[in-house]
């Protein structure tokens, strides 16, 4: 199983990326939707999250509230650190066993969505290679005003809050420029589909 990371800053458009390859027949994992299930109730990084982080980031149904834990984390380079030292281990363990069992069902490829992937400069182990999904920081501010109703400020600092996703150029196998419109950003990921699925980058 060839297993490619899929990355870009908040707003630089990995997450439609990710749906147009899908789209294509590539296998793709949510990363940030397996964050989520692992901080349920029951799931492996509940208890130590809440743990750490104390009440205050619980809902009133005793959930944990992604809202009010991003508030914490995205304020304090030091708790978001903490957190993704908890969650990471968990999420990662997640993937490869669902990347297992695309394997098991014949697939040979498969991509994993995750904004935070590469954060310390280098390849994951665990990745075949890096696809960046690239946009200019001005434009990403007002999608995110766009698509997520986010104030200019507030829209800054989650991106001010993640590594310069330009730094993982350096190792990225292929860069998805996604300035342009829908159409130029499908045109890309038609072609780097019938890539995947014919072999390694």
Do not use: W
């Not at 069902?105 to 992937?117: F, M, N, P, Y």
């Amino acid at each position: 199983m060839r297993l490619y990371g899929l990355t870009g800053g908040i707003g630089a458009g990995k997450s439609e990326a990710a749906r147009l390859l899908a789209a294509r027949g590539v296998p793709v994992l949510d990363a940030d939707r397996i964050g989520h299930e692992v901080l349920l109730p029951g799931g492996p990084a509940f208890a130590p999250v809440a743990a750490a982080f104390g009440p205050g980031i619980l809902g009133p149904d005793g959930a944990v509230d992604r809202d009010r834990l991003a508030r914490v984390v995205f304020a304090n380079p030091d708790a978001l650190r903490r957190l993704n030292e908890i969650t990471h281990p968990e999420i990662f363990r997640e993937i490869a066993r669902r990347a297992a069992d695309f394997a098991a069902d014949g697939a040979e490829v498969c991509v994993v969505e995750a904004a935070l992937l590469g954060e310390d400069g280098r390849m994951p182990p665990m990745l075949s290679g890096l696809i960046l999904v690239s946009a200019p920081v001005a434009l990403r501010v007002r999608r995110l005003a766009a698509a997520r109703g986010m104030a200019e400020d507030e829209a800054r600092r989650r991106i001010a809050a993640q590594s310069d996703p330009e730094t993982k150029r350096a190792f990225a196998v292929l860069v998805l420029d996604n300035s342009g419109d829908l159409e130029h950003l499908q045109r890309q990921t038609d072609r780097l589909a019938e890539e995947l699925l014919a072999g390694p980058l």
